[in-house]
């Protein structure tokens, strides 16, 4: 999985190798040694050929130049005050790391091979500083060269993944892809991907708010347009949703299907937190190129074939089953997506097979968004289920409805009047039992939605207490 390096992060590191830098001073200044200046104009601008060949023969030489050993310092901390020497040696090492696969291995056999560069990642809060970012390119060379992590690898991830977070948060999309990029060339181990979930509100989230950008629902708590099916983002040559670029959402993707992969022990929490799978629906209806529809359905596949008792029911009620009826209907040729598309549609028609509308109406309330779904208007479906509603799971059902309607959904009051609507339906086919609902408060919570400034939501809590009223006038 071998990706071009940013055009950003190139270009900052083409002008570095272009600048000159004073040398023979800098060991006047005692800023590097005579030994140190040696080895590396031994390497600098000459063939690969002959890098590659210098720096075999002279293995160790190389690993004390850039971490130190026998009680004297690397180059990087020893010109540590020199942040033009600093930049141009984290250039030439991570060129050197990426032509000599060999010296990976060597420096971090090392007993601290990270010593000198975590303390870069904080060098300054500008996202531009070029030392922290050439720095994070050296460990993620590094640390990715392994394909077991040492404790000393697992132990400086968090930092090297604290940093990487910072450049997601950003607007500018460069940066953003740099850490994106780096991201997944970490996660090709098992043991990276469970210490950027154990991260996950530093790593994972903000992931999701450009994902989230790119669908058209923003990372402001408005959930409607990512359950209403519709696709609400407009592409424009080269970008997404909210300006993301197609490159950014495709690596996006990729290091979250790479996350995927652990999703017998994450899909939950991922979906939970994150309402991954609406969300990637969203982008699947929305996909624009082949290789993103290639990541999604992947991921979806991965998430849902190791949860299926807890993610399915979220899978049809984003109207994934649908989605992909309409997919296979196209044109695709990768075959992989081909096999996934298969395998995803074969396992929901299966699921959908077993489920009643009560199973449906059940998971739409654990999902906690509730939407105009066939069951809420439909007479029938209330007459057979209120009953099984109250008495279902002792009562969860009526739990989670007051947990929704307990939330002000500000950017979607179609939730509060549709659990209004829920209420008052079962407050007619169950009267006798309409004092658990008080209980859970409900009562009192439908009266304060009486004043509610959006009119729908005034009307169905209307609706709902004139049952209270009439069966409380009956009954007395």
């Keep these: 999985m071998s990706l071009d390096p940013p055009t950003y992060l190139s270009s900052l590191q083409n002008n570095i190798r272009a600048r000159p830098i004073p040398w023979d001073g800098a060991v006047r200044a005692g800023t590097i040694s005579d030994d140190q200046l040696a080895r590396i104009r031994a390497v600098d601008k000459v063939r690969k050929e002959q890098r590659k060949q210098t720096v075999e023969g002279d293995l160790e030489g190389y690993r004390k130049l850039f971490v130190g050993g026998d009680g004297k310092p690397g180059v990087v901390e020893s010109a540590a005050k020199r942040a033009d020497v600093v930049q141009y040696i984290l250039v030439l090492l991570a060129d050197l790391l990426d032509g000599i696969p060999v010296l990976s291995k060597v420096v971090s056999e090392h007993p601290d091979p990270f010593k000198p560069f975590l303390p870069l990642l904080t060098h300054s809060n500008n996202p531009e500083d070029p030392i922290p970012l050439l720095t994070s390119t050296v460990l993620t060379s590094l640390i990715s060269s392994s394909t077991v992590l040492s404790s000393k690898e697992i132990s400086s991830l968090p930092k090297l993944f604290s940093y990487l977070s910072t450049l997601t948060k950003v607007s500018d999309g ?95 929490g991922f979906d939970s937190e994150y309402e991954i799978i609406p969300l990637f629906t969203k982008l699947l209806r929305l996909s624009p190129k082949e290789k993103t529809t290639r990541l999604l359905v992947s991921s979806l596949y991965n998430l849902l074939s190791t949860n299926r008792e807890s993610l399915l029911p979220a899978a049809v009620l984003a109207r994934l089953p649908l989605l992909l009826e309409n997919l296979n209907s196209r044109h695709l040729t990768d075959q992989d997506l081909l096999e996934d598309l298969q395998n995803l549609s074969e396992m929901l028609e299966e699921y959908t097979k077993t489920q009643t509308t009560f199973d449906e109406y059940a998971a739409e309330v654990r999902s906690g968004h509730l939407r105009w779904s066939p069951p809420h208007r439909s007479p029938t479906f209330w007459a057979e289920n209120a009953r ?26 179609q939730v509060l009047a549709i659990a209004c609507n829920d209420i008052g339906a079962l407050v007619k086919e169950v009267p006798e039992k309409r004092y658990q609902l008080e209980k859970l408060g409900l009562k009192t919570r439908v009266m304060e939605l009486m004043v509610e400034p959006d009119e729908t939501v005034r009307w169905e809590s209307l609706n709902a207490l004139s049952g209270w009223l009439r069966y409380s006038f009956e009954t007395k």
């Design 174 to 268: 460069g940066l953003q892809d740099i850490a994106v990029l780096e991201y997944s060339t970490l996660l090709r181990s098992k043991q990276a991907r469970e210490v950027f979930w154990e991260q996950r509100k530093q790593t994972v989230g903000p992931l999701t708010d450009i994902l989230r950008t790119a669908a058209g629902v923003g990372s402001n708590g408005d959930t409607s347009t990512l359950w209403s099916g519709a696709a609400t983002a407009r592409s424009v040559e080269g970008s997404i949703g909210g300006g993301v670029g197609l490159q950014l959402l495709y690596h996006v993707l990729l290091v979250l299907w790479q996350l995927s992969f652990e999703s017998s022990s994450i899909g939950e």
């Design 388 to 413: 099984k509603i109250f008495d279902y799971e002792k009562g969860e059902l009526l739990k989670q409805l007051a947990e929704i309607m307990g939330k002000p959904w500000e950017n979607d009051k």
